[in-house]
Nanobody, 120 residues
């Protein structure tokens, strides 16, 4: 598993960004995928996850209704569409892969982070 994330940037509050993460290794393993984020001075926190077949999705309460996670199975790619962004969404976003089940995400693999900055 080789995760490559992209799509971060600077956006004004209320704007949108879409993050992408591709499993360049394409091992064919049935991993769930998802996103965590870490803001300055804070611990890394869960954002969203999707099961390997895209059948189930899970979100942190702070992003429900604003963020949408989706998966393109053939390309082993996961997307995070982020709408109505707020300054408190500012963080480094990390793509991850691992076990996703019953609302929990246990990542065993991590990609590099991509910076998302939301200005007020």
């Amino acid at each position: 598993v080789q995760l490559q994330a992209s799509g971060g940037g600077l956006v004004q509050a209320g704007g949108s960004l879409r993050l992408s993460c591709v499993d360049a290794g394409r091992t064919g393993s049935r991993h769930g995928m998802g996103w965590f984020r870490q803001a300055p001075g804070k611990e890394r926190e869960f954002v969203a996850a999707i099961t390997w077949n895209g059948g189930f999705v899970y979100y942190a309460d702070s992003v429900k209704g604003r963020f949408t996670i989706s998966k393109e199975g053939a390309k082993s790619t996961v997307y995070l569409q982020m709408n109505s962004l707020k300054p408190e969404d500012t963080a480094v976003y990390y793509c991850a892969a691992g076990a996703v089940s019953r609302g929990t995400f246990d990542p065993g693999y991590w990609g590099q982070g991509t910076q998302v900055t939301v200005s007020s």
